[in-house]
């Protein structure tokens, strides 16, 4: 038996209100909540007091767009299911849900059963999975009702990267045709991916290899181009549709038309789009390798739109698509040829602070905070109630935030496995103090005190943000 724990003290935060509210915690549930001070919270037993006076009580970060040990470009991304998994601990986030990737001419279950082996018994807290469809044929697109069935009810496409995990728009109308009849939701990486290997060949041929050519070549246009034409092939197909890290406002543009119309189109962005831009890909001696992800950071002008979209509910999540790479050995592949950099940016520790960040600077309300990073995110791949809010049945997964704390982002001082920080020496107000995971303490007083193996695999319903 765990102990009965009670939280005093603390402002409970979910993304629906804002309460003075001690929470009871057995095994690994909330089972009560009850304002501060009241008869029956005083009336509570327990074994283990937490005192969060001063301090906010929020539900345990979503993070559902990740890549442990991702293959890509000859190379895994640096983070294993262990260690990033720690490190999502620290920063508050207490579920990711990871992409199994199909390989191409494979079935579906080979890569998912390859993911379960990377995962399983290894991850510090609750973790599930997407299927990203690299070779959509009669085969994979069977498969897809088995994987609903056991709780991997999310698959992504890209419409980037030809010969590797490229798909056309007949296999995208097909996909999307089985998931409106599955509920599998289609999550798209919508860029032009062969408009854009025909830009990255002529940069390439006049010179053009340094980092910020990746974000030149790497449109806009061409990610607001397949944003619209994967909105269209989903009306097609009678299928909602999950765009995930949106960057361009041009995108958030086709995302906000076709909400305007009703249609069940989502969008998500991440923290570098938000924070970073392509300042970060043109610093000198190749260093803007370190920003080199796709979609690709844009210029700063761009950010406004999406903090708009953000408060408009026409961007519904904040995820980190991370998917470190050391600058030492990994991102340097690509030094004299941007195009062998690999893909991706740390950041799964950071997203719950820079997202407060973003509610002292006056960007979203704190309610709003846990909406984009907890709850629309559970919702939206069916893990809600049971993650992403603080109420009775919920799984006791709580995050004790410190809002007046301070503190700097740098490589000295994180936790994931990477040989630099995206936002070194950032200033950050805010940070995580204490974080449980289904009751059992992973974060105790900025220690860590949880292992790895805790973690368990959670199957999820369909998405819920429809119904
Ligand atoms: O650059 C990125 N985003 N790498 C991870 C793979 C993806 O497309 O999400
Ligand atoms: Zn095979
Ligand atoms: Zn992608
Ligand atoms: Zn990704």
Redesign the pocket.
Same mark, same amino acid.
């Given at each position: 038996m765990m102990p009965r724990t009670v939280i005093r003290g603390g402002l409970v935060i979910t993304a629906a209100e804002e309460t003075h509210a001690d929470v009871l915690i057995e095994d690994e549930k909330i089972v009560a909540l009850a304002a501060s001070d009241s008869e029956c919270a005083r009336g509570w037993s327990a074994d283990r007091i937490i005192d969060a006076t001063g301090k906010y009580v929020i539900p345990g970060g979503v993070d559902p767009h990740t !890549?442990m040990e991702m293959p890509f470009g000859g190379t895994f991304a640096a983070d294993t299911f262990e260690t990033g998994t720690r490190a999502a601990a620290w920063g508050g986030t207490t579920t990711i849900v990871d992409f199994a990737i199909q390989t191409k001419g494979h079935a579906l279950r080979e890569g998912l059963d390859a993911w379960h082996l990377k995962a399983g018994g290894n991850c510090a807290i609750d973790y599930g999975f997407h299927m990203i469809l690299s070779d959509v044929d009669q085969g994979s697109l069977k498969e897809m009702d088995l994987l609903v069935e056991e709780g991997v009810t999310s698959f992504k496409l890209f419409m980037a990267y030809p010969g590797v995990f490229y798909s056309d728009d007949g296999q995208i109308l097909r996909a999307m045709q089985r998931g409106a009849h599955n509920g599998g939701l289609i999550m798209m !990486?919508a860029e032009n991916g062969i408009a854009i290997d025909v830009l990255v060949e002529q940069a390439l041929a006049e010179g053009r290899t340094d980092p910020r050519y990746h974000g030149e070549v790497r449109k806009a246009l061409l990610e607001s181009e397949a944003t619209h034409r994967a909105i269209q092939l989903a009306r097609v197909a009678g299928a909602p549709l999950y765009v995930? !890290?949106v960057s361009a406002e041009e995108a958030v543009a086709e995302l906000t038309q076709a909400r305007d119309k009703g249609l069940p189109v989502f969008g998500e962005t991440c923290p570098q789009y938000l924070f970073l831009s392509t300042d970060n890909l043109a610093e000198p001696d190749f260093e803007g390798a370190k920003y080199v %992800?796709?979609t690709p950071l844009r210029p700063r002008e761009h950010q406004a739109a999406l903090w708009r979209g953000l408060r408009t509910n026409d961007l519904q999540v904040v995820s980190t698509?991370h %998917?470190p790479f050391c600058f030492s050995g990994q991102k340097e592949l690509g030094r004299g040829d941007f195009s062998k950099i690999p893909?991706?940016m740390p950041g799964v520790e950071h997203r719950m602070d820079l997202l407060h960040q973003a509610v002292v600077d006056g960007h979203i309300s704190r309610r709003r905070w846990i909406e984009i990073a907890c709850a629309t995110p559970a919702r939206m791949f069916g893990l809600y109630p049971k993650k992403g809010t603080i109420a009775p049945g919920a799984d006791a997964d709580v995050v004790i935030y410190d809002p007046g704390a301070e503190q700097t982002l740098s490589v000295e001082t994180h936790h994931m496995n990477v040989d630099y920080s995206a936002y070194e020496g950032k200033q950050i107000t805010g940070q995580v103090r204490t974080v449980l995971s289904r009751g059992t303490t992973v974060i105790d007083q900025r220690e860590y005190t949880g292992r790895a193996g805790h973690g368990r695999y959670v199957p999820r319903a369909t998405c819920q943000y429809l119904s």
């Open positions: !890549h !990486h995930v !890290h %992800c796709s698509d %998917c893909n991706g």
